[in-house]
Each structure stands twice: as structure tokens, then as C-alpha cells.
């Protein structure tokens, strides 16, 4: 990584480092300073465990401050679907910050660029960088901004339709939900799924896609959207 990759990350998050070398220790993976110990470097695990609590606690909030009546078990959910893997490494992809990780001759030729337990590594090494660099407020508006844009905040508690669905119809006795694969198509690594779901065996709603749980979910918003209008 050099300089020119650190300013030009510093304009994706939209923040200048007073202490830059915050960031790039943030982006110097475990195998890169071991293979450096001489020059002294850190890798990014401390501050990888640093920013997975501030995430954590600013997603946390965010979800308290936005639903508040959702259920303590609920929010837990809710927050770890959040702050997951997946959507980690998809915050790095739009960073770029799998071209300014700096990763050992190993990792480097195991494809670990790419690897989507580095990269989620990664961003809550970033977070806490920004953190100790800046406080709450970069923080808070890079997850703002990239993991939870403003009609996420509004739709919080809503991506797992299913379950919204059930606590809808269980408002009457004896109503009965299935779901049902209806079709699938394409080749095997881009499947298409089609779902339905039927309310006392009645057609209700029906969704398509990825995998078998996203048409399902899609299924049930569709129904949901029917409720509602």
C-alpha cells in the first residue's frame, strides 16, 4: 500500500487521519507483520477487536433508537444480521480495501485479498481506527451511510418477513401458514428459486430468489404487502 492508497481511501470514508498510520495499521493483516517483525509493525487484530464492540454498540443503537418496541430478542437478531461476515466484506468491496490490505507472500498468493473473513476483518479494524482517530461521529457515518442507509433505519425489524408474518395472522385462531417451492431455474452457481405461501391453503403471496429462504421471504413480504394495503 502506498500513500497515494491511503489518501485516496481516506475520501471513501470521508475523513481525513490526523494520524494516518492509524489507518494503515488497520490494513496490515497478521501475516504481513510477521513476516516484517524487524520493522516493527503491528498487525490489525487489536484494533480489529476494538471495532467489533464499537460496531457493534453504534448498530445497537441505532436499532434501539428506531424500533422501540422491538423485543430484546428480536434486536439481538436484528443486530447480528447487521454486522455480519457478509455484509462486512461487501462495506470492504465498496472501500476498495481489499487492494490496500497488506498481506504476507502466503496469504497473497492464497488469494486472501479476496477472502471474505480478511476483508470483514479488515472494516472493524477501519471502524476502530476511525474511532480512535475521530471519535463517534466518523464512525457513526460510515455505517450510516454504507451498512445502514436511511431506509434500512426505517425498515429495521422487517427483513425477516416471515416471522412478521406469523405474528400477523396468529392476531385470528386457527390460521395455518405452508410454504412451497414452486420452481427453480438457471445453472447451478446463478439458481433462481420461486416460492409461494398459502394461508389455510389458500394462495397468499409469492417470491423469487437465490436460495430456497430468500424466495420464502420474499413470498412472505409479498403477502405482507397485501395485509397492508
Known amino acids: 500500500m502506498n500513500e497515494q ?28 507483520a510477521n513476516e516484517n517483525k524487524k520493522n516493527g509493525l503491528t ?11 464499537i460496531l457493534g454498540m453504534v ?21 447480528a444480521e447487521l454486522v455480519c461476515e457478509r455484509s462486512l466484506a461487501t ?13 504476507g507472500r502466503g496469504e497473497e498468493k492464497g488469494g486472501g485479498r479476496w477472502r471474505p473473513s480478511i476483508l470483514a ?17 466518523p464512525v457513526k457515518s460510515l455505517i450510516k451511510k454504507h451498512l445502514l442507509c436511511e431506509t434500512q433505519i426505517t425498515d429495521l425489524g ?13 392476531t385470528k385462531p386457527g390460521q395455518t401458514l405452508v410454504y412451497a417451492l414452486i420452481g427453480e431455474s438457471g445453472p447451478d452457481h446463478k439458481k433462481s428459486f420461486t416460492a409461494e405461501v398459502r394461508l389455510n ?23 405482507l404487502t397485501q395485509i397492508e394495503s
Open 158 to 170: 422487517t427483513t425477516d418477513y416471515k416471522t412478521a408474518l406469523q405474528e400477523k395472522v396468529q
Open 91 to 103: 462495506l470492504a468491496e465498496t472501500l476498495g480495501l481489499g487492494q490496500c490490505l497488506m498481506l
Open 201 to 223: 391453503g389458500e394462495f397468499f403471496g409469492q417470491g423469487i430468489g437465490k436460495s430456497k429462504k430468500e424466495a420464502e421471504q420474499a413470498a412472505a413480504k409479498s403477502a
Open 5 to 32: 492508497q491511503l489518501i485516496e481511501l481516506q475520501g471513501k470514508l470521508d475523513y481525513s487521519f490526523k494520524k494516518p498510520e492509524l489507518l494503515a495499521t488497520a490494513l496490515t493483516h497478521s501475516s504481513y
Open 59 to 79: 448498530v445497537a443503537e441505532l436499532i434501539f433508537k428506531h424500533k422501540a418496541k422491538m423485543p430484546e430478542g428480536h434486536m439481538t437478531k436484528l443486530r
Open 43 to 53: 498487525s490489525n487484530e487489536r484494533l480489529e477487536f476494538l471495532g467489533d464492540s
Open 121 to 137: 476483518d479488515a472494516t472493524e479494524a477501519v471502524l476502530a481506527a476511525l474511532y480512535l482517530d475521530g471519535g463517534f461521529r
